[in-house]
Nanobody, 123 residues
Framework: QVQLVESGGGLVQAGGSLRLSCAASGRTFSSYVMGWFRQAPGKEREFVSAISPSGGRRYYADSVKGRFIISRDNAKNTVYLQMNSLKPEDTAVYYC????????????????WGQGTQVTVSS
């Protein structure tokens, strides 16, 4: 079992930055693919970014490529999402997720989810 707790969300103006954190419980964090997803009101939950267990591979949705950076610190059991040049369309609840299947982009392949943290970008 892995428990995930996100933090770092908030209200920011367009063009600003936020860094989300996701702290994980358990001793096997370094074996999990970690991902970030987001869900805006009335929309499906969508993939944002993911990182391999070692941190050597990173994946991004086209909508955030070049603006967001995912990273992880396996010693601290934490994954981060640095969000720069934020836009109003980035407004959503952001969820951290983990899977042991080696999957990166497919939402249904993730086994564990956090409760989410709200990010609101004002224009």
């Amino acid at each position: 079992q892995v428990q995930l707790v996100e933090s770092g969300g908030g209200l920011v103006q367009a063009g600003g930055s936020l860094r989300l954190s996701c702290a994980a419980s358990g001793r096997t964090f370094s074996s999990y693919v970690m991902g970030w997803f987001r869900q805006a009101p009335g929309k499906e939950r969508e993939f944002v970014s993911a990182i391999s267990p070692s941190g050597g591979r990173r994946y991004y949705a086209d909508s955030v490529k070049g603006r967001f950076i995912i990273s992880r610190d396996n010693a601290k059991n934490t994954v981060y999402l640095q969000m720069n040049s934020l836009k109003p369309e980035d407004t959503a609840v952001y969820y951290c997720a983990a899977n042991h299947r080696g999957s990166y982009i497919t939402r249904s392949q993730y086994d564990y989810w956090g409760q989410g943290t709200q990010v609101t970008v004002s224009s």
